[in-house]
């Protein structure tokens, strides 16, 4: 199996940074795609940014210009920076990973359990 956790969120105040990470471990080959993604109360579940394997990044227009998605390939660990948050921010951030699992022929797609972030006004 494999397990994706994350660490990183808290309340912050606006104008302030936060960075979460997110941590994949267990019978894992290779991890292809990762990403952040976030869910706030009554709203459905939106994409944050994704890297590729490689290195190339995506973000959603709402945080270009003030959130950084990076990874370590070694660690098999994604980061998302956060500066200037604003109050529209606050939402339970999710982790996921395209892995490809050792003894496995097929893509498989995990989610992290949900890390809170809340910017206060």
């Known amino acids: 199996q494999v397990q994706l956790v994350e660490s990183g969120g808290g309340l912050v105040q606006a104008g302030g940074s936060l960075r979460l990470s997110c941590a994949a471990s267990?019978?894992?080959?290779?991890?292809?795609?990762m990403g952040w993604y976030r869910q706030a109360p009554g709203k459905q579940r939106e994409l944050v940014a994704t890297i590729t394997s490689g290195g190339r990044t995506n973000h959603a227009d709402s945080v270009k210009g003030r959130f950084t998605i990076s990874r370590d390939n070694a660690k098999n660990t994604v980061y998302l920076q956060m500066d200037s948050l604003k109050p529209e921010d606050t939402a339970v951030y999710y982790c996921?990973?395209?892995?490809?699992?050792?003894?496995?022929?097929?893509?498989?797609?995990?989610w992290g359990q949900g890390t809170q972030v809340t910017v206060s006004s």
């Open positions: 996921n990973a395209e892995v490809w699992r050792i003894g496995q022929s097929v893509l498989f797609n995990y």
């Open positions: 267990g019978s894992i080959f290779r991890v292809n795609d």
